[in-house]
């Protein structure tokens, strides 16, 4: 469905409602532009699945992450941002204003920020989405202390993020299991000398795990052996999997620049091989994947949109376009475009 263009033009469409996209709502909106959130059909991000958030400033008894993210989407709205529960399908990048298409409606921005950002890869278990939030979880920085003083933390995986999780949690629980699937590790080798040095992690190879056990919460995981098919049961209180993150840019593909793992490549501060198109948040930070960290992410992309309009790029691109002497070819810096 084509729309009329005066009722689908924003100032600022952003695309993602977790903290990346709420922040960088509010402070678009506050600067006076006509601001669109479009949220997806289930909103809210990863905090939406996350039990109690204890790093988060502010909260100093810590705040249910569905409770902070509706604090978050209420204050956008005051600040006079609209949210739109679609999806968005697709975009159209090679014309100005961009596009924006969700699945039934097409918006036009004069900037964009693109906040989708990354979701963690599970092991696919029922019993692990069943206890998800309660015993099972996909960060260690945001959910360990929750576990402090517990006897045994279970880390699925090999990489720098499982060695990283382990690290970390052997500082709060008295025995941390690192279960994974080889028979070395496919961290870093300073993390791996890190974590095999450790005498509080344990590792078991070769193996992965089969099921989550607990009724109401973790009680332990039963892992099989892939070189012998033996089962057997490690009793512990939480499991954290650390199988890696996939960006959540299959949409984009083709239209800006990603990088080989599909995280967004980022130019002249936040903003990506579009010109006027930016991103925050966990679809291109790799690194941190905090809530603190994504929040702020919005707020400088919200920042660096705002000049954008404010400094005249808008109407300059329109012109060009027009005139036909912009050619936008996708993963190009855009300090190299017109």
Known sequence: MEPEAADSLYDIVI????????????????????????????????????????????????????????????????????????????????TYPRKIITSDRTFLAKAVIIATGASPKWLGLESEKRLLGRGVSSCATCDGPLFRGAKCAVVVGGGDSAMEYALFLSKLVEKVVVVHRRDKLRASKIMQERALSNPKIEFVWNSVVVD????????????????????????????????????????????????????????????????????????????????????????????????????????????????GRVEVVSGSNPSEQS
């Open 15 to 94: 695309i993602g409602s977790g903290p990346a996209g709420y922040t960088a709502g509010i402070y678009a909106a506050r600067a006076n532009l006509k601001t669109v959130i479009i949220a997806g059909v289930t909103p809210g991000g990863q905090l939406m699945l996350t039990g109690v958030v204890e790093n988060f400033p502010g909260f100093p008894d810590g705040v249910q992450g569905p409770d902070l993210m509706e604090s978050m989407r209420r204050q956008a709205e005051n600040a006079g941002v609209e949210i739109v529960y679609d999806d968005a399908v697709d975009v159209d990048f090679s």
């Open 212 to 323: 989550v056990l607990g009724s109401e919460r973790v009680e332990g995981v039963k892992v099989k052996n892939k070189l012998t098919g033996e089962e057997k049961v490690i009793p512990c209180n939480a499991v954290f999997v650390a199988i890696g993150h996939a960006p959540n840019t299959e949409f984009l593909r083709g239209k800006l620049e990603l990088d080989e793992e599909g995280y967004i490549k980022l130019y002249n501060n936040f903003e990506t091989s579009v010109k006027g198109v930016f991103a925050a948040g966990d679809v291109h930070d790799k690194r941190y994947r905090q809530a603190i960290t994504a929040a702020g992410f919005g707020c400088m992309a919200a920042m660096e949109a705002i000049r954008f309009i404010e400094e005249g790029h808008p109407e300059r691109l329109e012109k060009e376009y027009r005139a």
